[in-house]
């Protein structure tokens, strides 16, 4: 089946320092990518859509400037938490549509701690 | 996307059948239902999904009510890999391009 895959698997970084994150889709094309974000013991909670050739849509309450969206090619989309706090400590997850049907391929995640 | 309700969480014995119920009463005729499971620490795994005949596939099976208002996941043999949190998702095929809303889903235990 098809992959995703995230890059690093886990990341600890200090408070004010800058993380980014890599999401690809090894063996199709996603002009679309999610990034959810999920806290101990809640469910996946979508933080933004990232758009190849276009800006990136964030969900209401998510700040643009802080996470930062780029879909750099059809396979490759980064998130990167700028100016990190140890309440962005979170398991980062990046998904992508299946170009053959109504699924979604989801990535292994990231898990950030920020101290 | 329809609303689903599921039980917070369930048990079952290694090696026996779980099944995991899924109520969406307020499905529409073009939703499908699917089911994805997301195994500690892991992104979320695609299970299977249908629209309103029953699906079997190499990891499990769903039944879907004549009426589509409620399926069940079933795990024919369980394992203790199969120890996850189950999330039943209904939605319309067309809707691909956009993300998942996931509910609390169902914990799954299955204990030796």
């Known amino acids: 089946g098809a992959v995703v895959s995230q890059h690093p698997s886990w990341v600890i970084c200090k408070s004010g320092t800058s993380v980014k994150i890599e999401c690809r889709s090894l063996d199709f094309q996603a002009t679309t990518m999610f990034w959810y974000r999920q806290f101990p013991k809640q469910s996946l909670m979508l933080m933004a859509t990232s758009n190849e050739g276009s800006k990136a849509t964030y969900e209401q309450g998510v700040e643009k400037d802080k996470f930062l969206i780029n879909h750099a090619s059809l396979t490759l989309s980064t998130l990167t938490v700028t100016s990190a706090h140890p309440e962005d400590s979170s398991f980062y997850i990046c998904s992508a549509p299946s170009p053959w049907g109504g699924e979604q391929y989801f990535g292994p995640g990231t898990r950030l701690t920020v101290t | 996307d329809a609303k689903t309700t599921q039980p917070t969480s369930m048990d079952c014995a290694e090696g026996r059948a779980a099944n995991l119920p899924c109520n969406h009463s307020t499905i529409s005729g073009n939703e499908y239902v699917y089911w994805y499971r997301q195994i500690h620490s892991q992104g979320p795994q695609y299970i299977i999904h249908?629209?309103?005949n029953n699906e079997t596939n190499e990891m499990a099976s769903l039944i879907i009510t004549e009426d589509r208002k409620s399926s069940t996941l079933i795990l024919p043999h369980a394992t203790l890999r199969d120890t996850a949190v189950y999330y039943c998702i209904v939605r319309d095929r067309g809707n691909s391009g956009y993300a998942l809303n996931f509910g609390k889903g169902t914990s799954l235990l299955v204990t030796p």
């Open positions: 249908g629209l309103k």
